[in-house]
């Protein structure tokens, strides 16, 4: 029978088979094969009994990732702030590139309207091709619209430590009751309070996914795919990209360069620009032979 994993912990697999969750070891075969099953899957099952079964079959996957380890993610929800902690736009555009790569939707959410109303973050990300919203998981503001924007899809909430993912899933479905961690004032930052990866469902055929904090998307992501295809990560570029003087423009300093011109015009907001250059130089020194 056919059914979705929910959570993986300590080996085990809970797959939800429609009005029914199984417990389920994965066959041996996965790691013969060195793949793993993973939270977001569709899988094919053997029910054993008394809620107990087996992953027998992955179905073919939409995309997957290393750390949160999830796959078929329909929308990355990079929660952000202005109040303590404040998040660095950097952090925001390392993930989205790998999103991107992933062809996995942005959606940035800045929290804590009610204390700081992240003007200079809106403003950077209103300019940009990626959506962004304000809300506040205290006060209720714009969680209405936030519910719009992951209605039928499976959403990871990622986010520095401290900003407010699991009190803006706790508000979307209060019978949730993820813990929440205090933050820290002397260091600007949370503690974590998600252990392990687990989907919940907000709506029927909608799911969403809590993550704990940046650290979750770590170097395994920036590989030799994102050195190769970097400026397309950046949805803002596109329009510019066949339009620069010299083929194999890097859009970092050279002449004739339609990207930076853009830039210079306003039409790509600097702060992405930065961060691009930031990104490539991670990742260009990237070969063949570092790839695991």
Known sequence: MRGRIEKALSGFYYVNIGGQVLQCRARGKFRR????????????????????????????????????????????????????????????????????????????????????????????????????????????????????????KLSV????????????????????????????????????????VEMFSVEENTWVIDTPGFSSFDTAELNLGLQAHLPETFPEFLPYLDHCRFAGCRHIKEKGCAVLQAVQDGAIPLERHRSYVRLWEEVKDLHPWDKK
Not at 161 to 170: A, C, D, E, P, R
Not at 181 to 194: F, N
């Open 33 to 152: 094969d060195g793949t793993s099953p993973l939270v977001g899957d569709w899988v094919r099952v053997r029910e054993l009994g008394g809620g107990e079964g087996f992953v027998e079959e992955i179905e073919p996957r939409t995309n997957c990732f290393a750390r949160p380890a999830a796959a078929n993610i329909d929308q990355l929800v990079i929660v952000a702030s202005a109040a303590i902690p404040v998040t660095d736009p950097y952090l925001i555009d390392r993930i989205a590139a790998i999103a991107a790569l992933k062809a996995c939707a942005v959606l940035v959410c800045l929290n804590k309207a009610d204390l700081d109303t992240a003007d200079r973050l809106f403003d950077i990300y209103n300019r940009s091709a990626i959506p962004v919203l304000r809300v506040s998981a205290k006060t209720g503001e714009g969680m209405n619209n936030l519910r719009e924007m992951i209605r039928g």
């Open 157 to 196: 909430f990622t986010g520095n430590s401290g900003v407010g993912k699991s009190s803006i899933l706790n508000s979307l479905c209060p019978e949730l009751f993820l813990q929440v961690g205090e933050v820290s004032q002397a260091l600007g930052r949370g503690r974590h309070t998600t252990r392990h």
